[in-house]
């Protein structure tokens, strides 16, 4: 590529340097005949023919001193270090000395020499071309006219344990000589007028010959635009990159090379003017006018170009290009800033080459996104949309996407719209309007293939919100599209929606719901049971039946691995109670359903029990053949009688009674120990014979029942005097009814004559009367048996009283003196016999246990004799006050009792010793 076809811009500031303190041109070289020139370190350096060095700092103030006694022929400036090797002649001949300076050293006011050898290849004097030194300071290379390479090793700044040998032998004069680090190998670039070499220092000096062509002194120099640095050489047809191992590209700038350097990045280039006369000596009014040239090569643009007279030499330093021209003069150019660059370029509309000059200059990234904006909106003002469309698309993540959206809303520009709505969602930054948007466009297109694209392609990343995208497809009806995403991305809520409400296949929504997890599964049988019940009653009670016993997704095996392992897999069961309500419309379903439950969960709930015998009642009631009537009403029973049964009594017996289903109905009367609900159904039914049956049955739970029956019976003006007859005989057996009330509640039937109740009104009678026998007897006898008693004590207390047992009551031996007697006779003991058995001296041991209940007794009514406020209220609260009275009365609340200690076991003994 010509360089006549490169953009050419001024990209550069020229400017005399002047003296800061006497603003006038530095001219302070004017009088030097310079000979050779290096910079770095933060100063420029300058030798001449008489042997001295010149320093200038930035200040331009200029220093020198002496460093040869003829000449300086080479300088070479290291970067890390301040260390400067010089080239020179000391005398007449040829007679090249290296010398090496320490810059920050002084002595006698000059910089410290550490370092002079003498550079002659072998024993052939010939002069220096070219100079070279590592950075490392352990390799230098010295170049000769006779096309000799001298490679020292060693640290180049002492002269001792340096060696030297000669690595490269040519007819033709070194030009160049360049070392480049690749990894741990070092290699040495050798240019001559005729050849391009690389020289391994590290494999024993092994050569490569790089091309047969070689270039001129000065125009070789190492690239620094990345860290893969590249081998520059100049030549007159072209400006080639090489690399250890071959050549690389090459640009074609025609015209003579003089001199190649490298200023950051760019590629400067001093060449002959050729509008003017060629190059010759400065003589009289003669000029040699060189031309200056500066190229960006990544960019491929030309950022300087100017013609100078006699270019000396350029140096690069404190960020400028200074140029030391012919007439001794000193000239900067200054670089422009990358925003004035740039605003050149968007002036004159060349957004690429701003783009490509920016990310060059590590522009900061918000910066990129302004160039890209102001492009596309070039772009687009100028119609080119397609353009406009991916410069806009750069743009994402910094500038607003509504910006870029608003342009292209008309239908015309939908297909740019799409492509930047892609690449908005690729970026993981699109919104869900964005993703409604663009699967809008899809289908405005009617564009199935990128809908697919987008949708349906497997194991591609998701860059979209699913759920914004089934909404869109779905309301667009796009069905396939929305049911894949939702399946794909287990949005289960969705994939039921568009099944089971769009498109309406109940089975495979029905499969579907089968796969989910427990709780999943649960939650949409609760919201879609109605409608699968209504369209697949079969499937979905067969689900069901799974879903409340022991639930496992249809796709997944019955006995995972670690129930195969010996462990116990846990669980899942739904209350089937939770799901009676989707049986609305279907009876029959719900009746198959809940008796699949109580049979493999008997525990199952009070509800689920309730419902399934209102179910069986209200198919009874609606059974019009006798025999399926008999069937559901022995079922029913069953159900009612069957012991795990957990139905609510209260609840079953409504139900019942609301069906008229008698048997059930005395059944939870029974169960429920409503023995007199009982009798009175049967009363209220007329059926005289089951009274009497039902209190033969249960009278003996509930006594009063017999009286319930007495009181039906005597209302009754129905010939019933067999049954009356019955209930007279169990009242008078059981003495359930004082014979007045019989005969008082048996006044109110006319046909009760006095036959009914003759033979028990004679008996009561009699029974009284023999009662009242009996009393009379005891109270005869009590009243003798008092009266002996008194007798008796009295007899105790006024007389004496003579002992004639003759064996001990203990151990039934004949008594022997010492013995115990008891006034209680007769007993009497030993007194080794009383003393071991008797717990109380004063009591006699036969008696004692006797003696003891009476006097607990009689503690026990003096203890409740002075409870007058329990005893009045109890009066006020019984039925039968005289009851009340009675008991207090026995328990001689109302007597004032006399405690008898002084009973016969208990009189003083006598002792007979």
């Known amino acids: 590529m010509a360089f006549l076809q490169w953009r050419r811009f001024n990209f550069f500031e020229k400017e005399v340097v002047k003296n800061p303190e006497t603003d006038k041109v530095f001219d302070e070289l004017k009088d030097v005949n310079i000979s050779v020139c290096t910079s770095g370190r933060g100063q420029l350096v300058i030798g001449d023919y008489e042997g001295n060095l010149y320093f200038i700092n930035r200040q331009l103030h200029l220093t020198q001193f002496k460093a040869y006694e003829i000449r300086v022929s080479h300088l070479y400036q290291l970067k890390q270090n301040n260390i400067l090797v010089s080239v020179g002649e000391d005398e007449q001949g040829v007679n090249p000395l290296i010398k090496v300076w320490n810059l920050d050293k002084t002595e006698r006011g000059s910089p410290l020499c550490t370092r002079i050898s003498r550079a002659i290849p072998g024993n052939k004097p010939t002069q220096v071309s070219c100079l070279t030194v590592h950075d490392n300071l352990n390799y230098m290379a010295v170049g000769f006219d006779n096309g000799s390479v001298v490679l020292f090793k060693g640290d180049v700044t002492r002269e001792r344990n340096s060696k030297s040998r000669v690595v490269y032998e040519n007819p033709s004069k070194i030009t160049g000589l360049i070392f480049r680090s690749v990894g741990k190998d070092i290699f040495l670039f050798i240019v001559t007028e005729n050849e391009t070499v690389s020289v391994n220092l590290n494999l024993k000096d092994q050569k490569s010959v790089l091309e047969k062509m070689g270039a001129k002194v000065a125009c070789t120099v190492l690239s620094d635009t990345n860290q893969d640095n590249q081998v520059v050489i100049g030549r007159s047809d072209a400006v080639y990159f090489y690399q250890p191992d071959g050549r690389g590209p090459c640009l074609a700038f025609e015209g003579e090379k003089l001199q190649l350097h490298w200023f950051r990045g760019y590629l ?103 160039i890209f904006t102001q492009y596309g909106d070039h772009l687009y003002s100028k119609g080119d949309h397609d353009g406009a469309i991916d410069q806009y698309i750069r743009t994402i993540g910094k500038l607003e996407a509504s910006y870029v959206i608003r342009k292209f809303l008309d239908a015309q520009r939908i297909h740019n719209l799409t492509k930047y709505l892609q690449a908005l969602h690729k970026a993981q930054l699109a919104t869900e309007e964005h993703t409604t948007l663009l699967l809008n466009c899809y289908t405005k297109l009617k564009d199935v293939s990128k809908l697919d694209e987008f949708i349906m392609t497997k194991d591609r990343e998701i860059d979209f919100d699913v759920e914004t995208a089934i909404k869109v497809c779905r309301q667009a009806g796009y069905h396939k599209h929305a049911l894949s995403l939702a399946e794909k991305h287990r949005k289960h809520e969705w994939y039921l929606k568009i099944q089971l409400e769009d498109i309406k296949e109940y089975q495979k929504g029905l499969e579907y719901i089968g796969k989910l997890e427990f709780e999943e599964c649960e939650d949409n049988l609760r919201k879609y049971g109605k409608i699968l019940m209504t369209e697949v009653p079969e499937q979905t009670t067969s689900l069901l039946k799974i879903l409340c016993t022991d639930y496992k997704p249809t796709n997944k095996p019955l006995v995972d691995s670690y129930s195969m392992e010996g462990g116990h897999s846990l669980i899942l069961k739904a209350k089937a109670e939770d799901f009676i309500h989707i049986f609305v419309n279907n009876s029959i379903k719900l009746t198959e359903f809940l008796e699949h439950m109580i049979a493999v969960q008997p525990n199952s709930s009070e509800l689920v029990y309730n419902t399934l015998l209102e179910l069986y009642l209200h198919d009874m009631v609606h059974k019009t053949e006798k025999t399926s009537r008999l069937a559901r009403e022995k079922k029913t029973l069953e159900l009612l009688k069957n012991p795990e049964a957990r139905y ?78 019955e209930v007279l005989s169990q009242i008078d057996r059981r003495n359930l009814l004082p014979p007045l009330l019989v005969i008082q509640t048996l006044a109110h039937n006319s046909t009760a004559t006095l036959s009914v109740v003759k033979d028990y009104i004679i008996r009561r009678l009699q029974l009284e009367n023999d009662q009242i026998a009996e009393d009379e007897r005891l109270i005869k006898q009590y009243r003798e048996d008092s009266e002996n008693k008194k007798v008796q004590i009295e007899d105790l207390k006024t007389s004496a009283k003579i002992f004639q047992a003759s064996k001990c009551n203990i151990c039934n031996h004949p008594l022997e003196l010492p013995s115990v007697h008891f006034l209680c006779e007769p007993h009497s003991y030993h007194q080794h016999c009383f003393e071991s058995y008797s717990e109380n001296d004063n009591e006699c041991p036969v008696c004692a246990a006797e003696n003891r209940k009476i006097m607990d007794i009689i503690r026990a009514q003096e203890q409740t004799k002075d409870i007058h406020e329990t005893f009045h209220n109890q009066l006020e609260r019984a039925p039968d006050g005289f009851s009340v009275v009675a008991d207090y009365f026995g328990r001689g609340v109302f007597n004032k009792v006399t405690l008898i200690t002084d009973s016969p076991s208990k009189q003083p003994y006598s002792r007979m010793a």
């Open 268 to 370: 400067v280039i001093v060449g002959k003017e050729t509008k003017l006369q060629s190059r010759a000596p400065i003589l009289g009014n003669n000029k040699v006018m060189n031309l200056l040239t500066v190229y960006d090569i990544q960019n491929k643009f030309i950022a300087y170009s100017a013609p100078y007279q006699e270019v000396i030499d350029v140096m690069c330093e404190w960020g400028s290009l200074y140029i030391l021209a012919g007439d001794r003069k000193l000239y900067q150019l200054q670089e422009k800033d990358t925003q004035t660059k740039l605003d050149m370029l968007f002036k004159k509309n060349n957004y690429t080459l701003a783009i490509s000059l920016a990310k060059s200059q590590q522009y900061d990234h918000d910066g990129l996104i302004d």
């Open 648 to 725: 609510n009594i209260d609840q079953a017996l409504i139900l019942c009674q609301m069906n008229n289903f008698k048997a059930g109905i005395l059944y939870l009367y029974e169960k429920a120990h409503l023995y007199q609900q009982i009798i009175r159904y049967h009363m209220e039914q007329c059926e005289y014979g089951l009274v009497i049956k039902g209190c033969e049955k249960f009278g003996a739970q509930d006594p009063n029942l017999w009286i319930q029956a007495l009181s039906y019976f005597a209302r009754k003006e129905d010939c019933c005097k067999p049954q009356l007859m």
